[in-house]
């Protein structure tokens, strides 16, 4: 894995971007923006879900006026997501923690100059987000929907809002597909500009779908030190999308936290149902939030060598197994006895290693 490509730090209400700072979970409400309370219960949900910070669209005056009273309820700092009308990024600016316009639907030079100078009397960040189907016309005529045309287009838009002085800038360069996705945002990153990149793959689809291209893309940007905040688009739950994007960051060992549960692939050599005790152990330790390594596995064949990298592990056998700890086993227990005595291992360890940390 390679070092966090280097960036300036900007905020987003009391959430740190770019620099040192973790790499933040975004997610976005599909409520009306208007309907406030419909919007909070989302951003409630969102907020319990692990997400730092969340986008709603204002599509007309009603949900940039109502942005305001959002705002004062809301758990989670709030970017205003605006598309076409300028006129309303003016109005949200009053009151939210961040602006996300896209440089290719907001209209002229003078809007976007009228955008950074409304965030910037308010000091609030502005995201460029780059989107391949929405290209500024002389970079989709020159390069058509590539790579290049959206980096072409952030460097632009970036250097206009350089141009008004304005500088809290964080970009996205978002496709629909896994290879455009990696290699617009690795070609930016080869640009050395100072600014943080929000990572996403748009329109990504359901949730197999989308998961699978989230894991592809990101992850990859990840492990080459490239990102500072991220979405995983799913048509779908919402909480789905968080619950993805952190395993993709623990996965991907940008984040050091929860439970990492190795089991074995299913096979002839199986002597136990291991299917419902990893469905058992995922569910009885989603709560832990100290990382920890644990292995369930279903015969001895691969048991003993997994237990050496685990912190806590079962080795089943025929209608018995064993509990294994640090490599060593601990107690031989029928089956039906070894989840309890498995669930309270890791719960003890989880406890020590809590007040290790404190």
Known sequence: MKPRRKT?????????????????????????????EATKAQIDRLALAGCHIVR??????????????LKDISPLPIVADIHFRY?????????VDAIRINPGNIGSQERIKAVADACKARKIPIRIGVNSGSLEKQFETKYGPTPQAMVQSAL?????????????????????????????????AQEEIPYPFHLGVTEAGTLQHSMIKSSMALGHLLLNGIGDTMRVSITGELEEEVKVARNILRYSGRLKEGVNIISCPTCGRIEANLVKMVEEVEKRTSHIKVPLQL???????????????ADIAIAFGNKD????????????????????????EVETLAQQRLKEQS
Do not use: W
């Open 8 to 36: 300036k730090q900007i905020f987003i209400g009391n959430v740190a971007i770019g620099g040192d700072a973790p790499i933040a979970i975004q997610s976005m409400t599909f409520s009306k923006t208007c309907d406030i």
């Open 56 to 69: 709603v669209a204002v599509s007309d005056d009603k949900d940039a006026l109502a942005l305001k009273a």
């Open 87 to 95: 006129k309303l990024a003016l109005i949200a600016s009053e009151s």
């Open 156 to 188: 632009y838009n970036i250097k206009l809002l350089e141009d008004c002085g304005f500088e809290d800038i964080k970009i996205s360069l978002k496709a629909s597909d896994v290879a455009r996705t990696i290699e617009a945002y690795t070609l930016l």
């Open 295 to 309: 292995s369930v596995m279903g015969c001895a064949v691969n048991a003993l060598g997994e237990a050496k990298h």
């Open 321 to 344: 197994g064993l509990i294994i700890k640090d490599g060593k086993i601990l107690c031989k227990l029928k089956e039906d006895q070894l989840l309890e005595a498995f669930i309270q």
